[in-house]
């Protein structure tokens, strides 16, 4: 019944900015964890960053994307946010917003999630 609904994809060139948002519609997930991944053609998806409800909104981001992405979030709209600056033609991937239960929320929970988006594409150009 709940559904959480992408939107903010789009195509860039590098250097530039996306924000990605994800609407958690429906009865609210009861789950602590969000966050957002990402997977490119033949690539394996990973975890690009989370927050975690629980915990003061502690976020943690992958390494390639730290300093340049922040995840945000409202909780009085039910949104997470994916600020994305200083794009780079290898961020060009599918991006899900996902929620899960976890005591740390870790980047490498895609297998732990258990609602997912639907993907929103971001493509960037050199």
Do not use: H
């Given at each position: 019944q709940v559904q959480l609904v992408e939107s903010g994809g789009g195509s860039v060139q590098a250097?530039?900015?996306?924000?990605?948002?994800?609407?958690?519609?429906?009865?609210?997930?009861?789950?602590?964890?969000?966050?957002?991944?990402?997977?490119?053609?033949?690539?394996?998806?990973?975890g690009v960053a989370t927050i975690n409800n629980n915990n003061w909104g502690s976020t943690r981001y992958a390494d390639s994307v730290k300093g340049r992405f922040t995840i945000s979030k409202d909780n009085d709209k039910n949104t997470i946010f994916l600020q994305m600056n200083?794009?780079?033609?290898?961020?060009?991937?599918?991006?899900?917003?996902?929620t899960?239960?976890?005591?740390?929320?870790?980047?490498?929970?895609?297998?732990?999630?258990?609602?997912?988006?639907?993907?929103?594409?971001?493509?960037?150009?050199s």
């Amino acid at each position: 019944q709940v559904q959480l609904v992408e939107s903010g994809g789009g195509s860039v060139q590098a250097g530039g900015s996306l924000r990605l948002s994800c609407l958690a519609s429906g009865y609210s997930p009861s789950t602590n964890c969000m966050g957002w991944f990402r997977q490119a053609p033949g690539n394996e998806r990973e975890g690009v960053a989370t927050i975690n409800n629980n915990n003061w909104g502690s976020t943690r981001y992958a390494d390639s994307v730290k300093g340049r992405f922040t995840i945000s979030k409202d909780n009085d709209k039910n949104t997470i946010f994916l600020q994305m600056n200083s794009l780079k033609p290898e961020d060009t991937a599918m991006y899900y917003c996902a929620t899960w239960r976890g005591t740390f929320c870790f980047l490498s929970s895609s297998t732990r999630a258990t609602i997912w988006g639907q993907g929103t594409q971001v493509n960037v150009s050199s």
